[in-house]
């Protein structure tokens, strides 16, 4: 009981960040959720083991139906903190950069965050942060193929395609903003987010100016430890949860649910540790009926001294595993923990 007037406190201030209408641009996707909080939420900029973080991801999502045309996606980040009495401030620089398709679309961004982690109780904390930066995106025209240019007996590209694009790229601003609880002895946390607040211009053709701009859209991400060997100190099974709702374009809403855990099954004194996990990912797309199963994530992270590698492979068990022969995407990462993990802050080894 003793927090439920900071859960009240959390509750009203999510009410407040939520009361738009929800949508959201088609940013990179990662199954290693817990691995890339930071870039779906500026909140959980700082909130690692050690002062400094470097963080490495990259994902390769349909090769064995697309082949070369498959989606990449990679993220860069690297976060520290400003230790206060009881508090501390957090600073983050990110970038991301993915492409896929025939059309060659490019989007990247190169982002800075700033976040604030107020100690409300021994281990308990409130955090806020804001994000924002650029973002471009592309295409190149001559690999697109229209209606207009088949002539009856095949493709013929010198034909004109009737398209009044205005520009193949554009750079525009974005800005987003997040809020955190969490408490590191009784190794939870649970935070919202609320992306592209300033909704961005989205659009190639001429009339740019009126045309699609990108819905705001939230997310809702946390999890809960739970100790398996009756110890209190140690809390090596952890429950995992991520909630995203997105539209890049009116009446294009989707909403995606991942879930699972995460489980330590060794440890060392000197900071040696062996993960696995496995989530399970839904779907649900514009028109969908229901949410659809979409796939299942087997994942093993390993953790020696300072460094912490993750890797997983998206089962696609969606009705589209016939065609991608049950193939969905493998994901790779890299964090390095930088600086003396005896600061203002403790985290849980399977933070």
Request: aromatic fraction near 14%.
């Amino acid at each position: 009981m003793k927090h439920f007037t900071f859960f009240r406190l959390l509750l009203i201030l999510v009410g407040l960040l939520f009361i738009s209408r929800a949508g959201l641009a088609q940013d990179a996707h990662f199954s290693q959720f817990s691995r890339t909080a930071g870039y779906t939420n500026p909140a959980f900029v700082g909130l690692s083991p050690s002062p400094a973080r470097l963080s490495l991801q990259y994902r390769n999502q349909w090769p064995t139906v697309l082949g070369t045309q498959a989606y990449h996606s990679a993220l860069a980040a690297f976060d520290w903190r400003n230790c206060l009495d009881l508090s501390f401030f957090a600073f983050g620089v990110s970038a991301q950069a993915s492409r896929a398709g025939a059309s060659r679309y490019t989007d990247g961004q190169a982002l800075l965050s700033l976040a604030y982690h107020q100690q409300i109780d021994q281990g308990f904390y409130l955090a806020a942060g804001v994000r924002g930066g650029a973002w471009n995106y592309r295409i190149d025209e001559g690999q697109l193929a229209f209606e207009e240019q088949f002539d009856g007996i095949g493709f013929d590209p010198s034909l004109d395609n009737f398209e009044s694009f205005d520009k193949l790229q554009r750079t525009v601003f974005g800005l987003s903003t997040g809020l955190l609880l969490y408490d590191t002895k009784a190794a939870w946390q649970v935070g919202a987010s609320l992306l592209h607040v300033n909704q961005p211009l989205y659009s190639f053709l001429e009339d740019a100016q009126n045309g699609n701009r990108v819905g705001m859209g939230w997310s809702f991400q946390g999890q809960f430890g739970v100790s398996t060997n009756r110890s209190r100190d140690t809390k090596e099974l952890a429950f995992q949860f991520f909630y995203r709702q997105q539209a890049l374009f009116k009446n294009s809403k989707q909403r995606m649910l991942s879930a699972g855990a995460l489980w330590q099954l060794t440890e060392s004194k000197k900071g040696n540790a062996f993960f696995l996990g496995t989530y399970g990912r839904l779907g649900r797309r514009a028109g969908d009926a229901g949410f659809t199963f979409d796939s299942v994530t087997p994942y093993m992270r390993v953790d020696f001294g300072d460094w912490s590698f993750g890797l997983s492979y998206d089962v696609n068990v969606s009705p589209l595993a016939n065609v991608s022969r049950l193939g969905g995407a493998v994901e790779l990462s890299l964090q390095a923990n930088l600086g003396d993990i005896r600061d203002c802050i403790v985290c849980p080894a399977n933070w």
